[in-house]
């Protein structure tokens, strides 16, 4: 008898799933809970976006395209040159997801990963492990740790990887990663023949000095980035970012992405467009989190 996909049945409970049962147990017992879940901002969501997004609501939604509205595509790409001063074309370079999590669990698909390696730092998210096991690929820890910034052993790289996912400002030490890291990233994956995924759902949270992104990076043909508007805006249950990445990259997402039926209501890359054409949003974002 056929039964359930046994790399479903393999895997614990997603945890961010038993901590939320946790928390309304405790809740419910009378227990004041700090939360440390899957990281809902206490922040509201500013009102020209839900404004926007109340304005974009039509009688009849149809179902939106993968490619996402030119729009929404320009504004990112203009958000990455006034945020990073990189150049990344809207129509050939960029991609709007529905939010990060399920683009970067499909990303291992969407490769050649079956049978390879898909590598990623330890601690470390863990829809980069699903999503590689769900591809059939073999996944492989890096240690994280503090003596070295957080930031994993490039000399332990192998030529057995196909795919390599960093995550900056990491989650949860909250390290950064210089530039030179990634430059230094770029000619492991040249050497090695690797694809480099850039996790940044962290570079608009800061302290002193922005973070850099892997898009600044001399030689990008490597490199696959992943943004997001929910920690950035307050926008985690809308869903929206996007993926930056060399074109025949983005080629193959806008291929394989109507199949799965992935992309953000049309009335919610409406409102994404005002999130990323808010130029007052660097100068907000220091000032908001400081204190924490």
Partial sequence: ???????????????FVRLEEKRR???????DVIDFGKGDPN??????????????????????????????????????RTRFGVAVDPETELVPTYGSKEAIFSLAEVLDTSGRVVAFGEPAYPVYERGALFAGADVRTLPLVREH?????????????????????HNPTGAPAPLDFYE?????????????????????????????????????????VFQTLSKRSSMT????????APPEIVSALKAYRPTVGTAPQEFVQRASVVAWNDERHVEETVVSRTYR
Avoid: K
């Fill in 43 to 80: 922040e509201p969501t500013d009102p020209m976006i839900r404004q926007a997004l109340v304005d974009a609501l039509p009688e009849r939604a149809p179902y939106p395209l993968a490619a996402g509205l030119p729009e929404l595509r320009e504004a990112a790409s203009r958000w990455c």
């Fill in 25 to 31: 147990e405790l809740l419910a017992a009378g227990v």
């Fill in 149 to 169: 910034g957080f930031l994993p052993d490039l000399d332990a790289l192998t030529d057995d990887i196909a795919l390599l996912w960093v995550n900056y400002p």
């Fill in 184 to 224: 230094r990233l770029v000619e492991c994956a040249r050497e090695l023949d690797f694809w480099i995924a850039s996790d940044e759902a962290y570079t608009e949270l800061w302290f002193d000095e922005p973070p850099v992104s892997a898009l600044q990076a001399g030689d990008r043909s490597r490199m696959i």
């Fill in 1 to 15: 008898m056929t039964g359930i996909n046994p790399t479903l049945t393999e895997l614990a409970t997603y945890p």
């Fill in 237 to 244: 249950g809308y869903r929206s970012g996007f993926v930056a």
